[in-house]
């Protein structure tokens, strides 16, 4: 590591190899003239990421233990600065007391940046939530705490617009100098509400903790911004097209192959390249259906079953042992336990053998194409085609599957709301629950025909 005299034109100069991740420059009384210099400090350095991020480390021994510390940014810390900071750190080494020994000391609170703010509030915290939870807080705050690097696919990579995590925007500004404008120039990037707030969300939750641990003695910056208004659409389904639909799913209309037998010469090949065409088809289709046939026999979530494998199914005894389950809370302080078991119908198992059939090597239930150890994700040319169909609107989507059967049940078969909030693993929320009934659930339908039955009509 280069030893130098740190000045504030060697800080503005320094930068870090190619070749390495960061750069650490050590003050030196020789400077790069070669001439000698007072006033250089032991201990000091001057850390230079591959990024470009420029900081003030201190090195030390405590207890025969090596640390290092760092500072600050050299946006808010100028070396004069950093090396009164490091004779403080001294003195107090000397004294033998540890400088680290508070972290959350507010005297450095001021010294805080953005960027070590979100690292702690990382470690702290967002460590001990769901694995889902920290991707999503990394995509809008820190990508740099993501843990494996972003799928690349086809999906949207025309109309997707590329945004700057919250962490990235301000990664050297002082924690406690981000203002309400500050963070209304971070959301004006988000055109979509969904986005705007997700986003809002996990940066008012950053700044509240920091509040609470009194890193900053201030005001939520994201206060007096509101989140956007959700509109959402029902899509509520008739009588006839939930007939069509569960027509179309255990009653697949396939097309049938060309034969090949009695051609020759080009007409063969042009007929077997339409025959394998219409077979691929065929065999999305047939996917397709099984996929979607399951979800509505067990009002299960996509999610459910993309990441079910064929031991959690037992034919015998027609059970489905969930793993890709929420978790039933039972109480305040017991959740069940790590699947849940739920009845399935036959016509289920014998979609589970067909697709045990299509994979006999799988473990997974429904695998992807190109790589048998991962999930599916998605059927979007198969689901093209089934929106084609007649009978079938083209805003269904595969989630709606389970919102029809829900409402079948609540309204054909008479089952409670508690029975289905536990089947389908609402946690016992009924109003979760009330969501489902498209529109073919009324409370006060009961009243109206009382009404009229009352006066004779």
């Known amino acids: 590591m280069p030893k130098l005299f740190l000045d504030d034109s060697v800080v503005l100069a320094a ?122 807080f990394a995509i809008f705050v820190a990508t740099w705490h993501r843990k494996r690097p972003k799928k690349v696919t ?92 569960a027509a179309h799913i255990f009653y697949p209309i396939l097309d049938v192959p060309p034969e090949t037998a009695k051609l020759e010469g080009l007409a063969k090949r042009d007929t077997a390249l339409v025959k394998a065409r219409i077979t691929t088809t065929n ?30 199914f037992d034919l015998e005894k027609l059970v489905w042992h969930k793993h890709n389950t929420k978790g039933l809370k039972l109480s305040r302080s017991l959740y069940e336990y790590a699947y849940r078991s739920v009845p399935i119908h036959p016509r289920v198992a014998g979609m589970v053998q067909a697709q045990r059939l299509r994979w006999p090597e799988s473990k997974l239930l429904f695998p992807s194409h190109t790589d048998m150890a991962l999930p599916r994700d998605n059927f979007r040319k198969g689901l093209d085609r089934f929106k084609a169909l007649p009978g079938v609107p083209e805003y269904f989507q595969l989630y709606d599957l389970k919102r029809i059967a829900i409402s079948l049940m609540l309204t054909g078969q008479g089952v409670s709301h508690e029975a289905i909030s536990h089947y389908v693993d609402h946690k016992g929320n009924l109003e979760t629950t009330m969501i489902y009934d498209l529109g073919l659930v009324d409370p006060l339908r009961p009243v109206t025909e009382r009404l009229g039955v009352l006066l004779g009509i």
């Open 15 to 136: 930068n870090c190899p190619s070749e390495k991740d960061q750069e650490i420059y050590w003050d030196h009384p020789v400077g790069l003239d070669r001439r000698i210099r007072n006033g250089s400090v032991s201990g000091l350095g001057l850390r230079v990421t591959a990024l470009g991020h420029k900081s003030f480390v201190h090195a030390y021994q405590f207890n025969g233990k090596r640390y290092r510390k760092a500072l600050g940014s050299t946006i808010v810390l100028n070396v004069a600065s950093a090396r009164l900071a490091v004779g403080q750190r001294q003195r107090q080494l000397e004294a033998g007391e540890n400088p680290d020994l508070d972290d959350c000391d507010k005297r450095r609170a001021h010294l805080l940046t953005v960027r070590e703010a979100i690292d702690r509030y990382w470690e702290s915290h967002i460590q001990t939530l769901s694995a889902g939870y920290q991707v999503n």
């Open 154 to 245: 086809r999906r949207g990579h025309n109309i997707r617009k590329p945004y700057i995590d919250f962490g990235s925007m301000f990664a050297d500004r002082p924690f406690s100098s981000i203002k309400p404008l500050d963070t209304e120039r971070f959301q004006r990037q988000f055109s979509s509400p969904y986005s705007h707030n997700d986003a809002l969300g996990h940066v008012t939750a950053l700044f509240n903790w920091a509040i609470r641990m009194q890193l900053v003695d201030m005001r939520n910056p994201c206060s007096p911004i509101r989140a956007r208004k959700v509109m959402r659409r029902r899509r509520d389904y008739s009588t006839e097209q939930i007939r069509q639909i």
């Open 283 to 312: 065999d999305q289709m047939q996917e397709l259906c099984n996929f979607m046939g399951i979800l509505f026999l067990t009002m299960a979530r996509p999610s459910d079953l993309t990441n079910a494998e064929f031991d959690h």
